[in-house]
Structures are given as C-alpha cells and as structure tokens.
C-alpha cells in the first residue's frame, strides 16, 4: 500500500511540473493574438471562478473580514498579477524556454530574500552549498546552448527576473 501511494505522489509530482512548465508555453502562445495585460486577467478570471467553484463545492463559505480581503489582494498582486504580467510582457519578445529558465531560480530568491528580511541568524554553510548546488543544477540542465540568446531581448529578460524575486 505504501508504495502505491509514493508512486501515485511522483505521478502527482510529474503533472505538477508538466502544467507549471506548460504555462510558459501557453503564455507565449495567449500573448501572440491577445495583449499581455488581458490575457493575464481572463488567466486569473478563470483561476478565481474554478477557486469559487471548489470553495463551494467544499462548503467553505467567503470570508468578510474587510482587512483579510487587503491582505488577499496585495497577496493577489505581489505573487500573480504583477509577475504573470511581466512575464506575459516578455514573452512578447522572449522564448518560453528562456522565461522557464530564468523563473526556475524563483526558490533561490526567495531563500536569499528570507535572510535578508527576515533579520534571523546568517546562512549556514550547508544553505549557502544548497543554493551554489541549485544555481549549478540550473545552468547543467540548461545547457550552455540554451543561453545562446541570453542578453539580446536584456529589458524583457529582467522583467521574467523581477518576476521571479
């Protein structure tokens, strides 16, 4: 029983990674006919209405609380609209692969952005070797063909990097 469930977790595990690497595709392919800002916003639509549709079907009722709702929309903000807008917005001009790459060092900003706001002991010694270990992995499945075109489209390319900090 117990190594059904590990392999029915890989299986969940590999369609996660499927769909979130796929969006990158589909997002260069939304914004070839649909301008970047619309698209992310009917992206979203449609994410809230599936969201409101298992909350109901859960039977999970909508918060009122007035000061959590602010704090759902600068969330809503800060962590999807602005950086899938920027995205969109590059990938006018930027390769999928590319926006993929560069958005893989997400986990890296953020434990570089936890130490340096989070005003807690400094990265220990197996932290920092867990991040060069994750910055080389990066660039070994990559390729070095990969970044043949890194710098050419610079401003969209620091888009998809403010994004992902």
Known sequence: MHSFSYFAELLLLLLLATLWGASYTFIKLGVES???LT????????????LLAVLRWRG???????????????????????PFTLIAWAEQSV???LATILNSSAPI?????????????S????????VVCGLIGICLIVGVQALSGIGQQLTAELAIVAATV
């Open 39 to 50: 698209f992310i916003a009917a992206r979203t639509t449609i994410a809230a209405v599936v």
């Open 123 to 130: 990265a220990t010694g197996r932290q920092l070797f867990g």
């Open 34 to 36: 649909i301008p970047p």
């Open 60 to 82: 999970v009722r909508m918060p009122t609380d007035v000061m959590l709702w602010r704090r759902f929309l600068f969330q809503a903000c800060l962590n999807s609209v602005i």
């Open 95 to 97: 390769d999928a692969g």
């Open 109 to 121: 900003f953020a434990f570089i952005l936890t130490m340096c706001l989070a005003h807690q002991r």
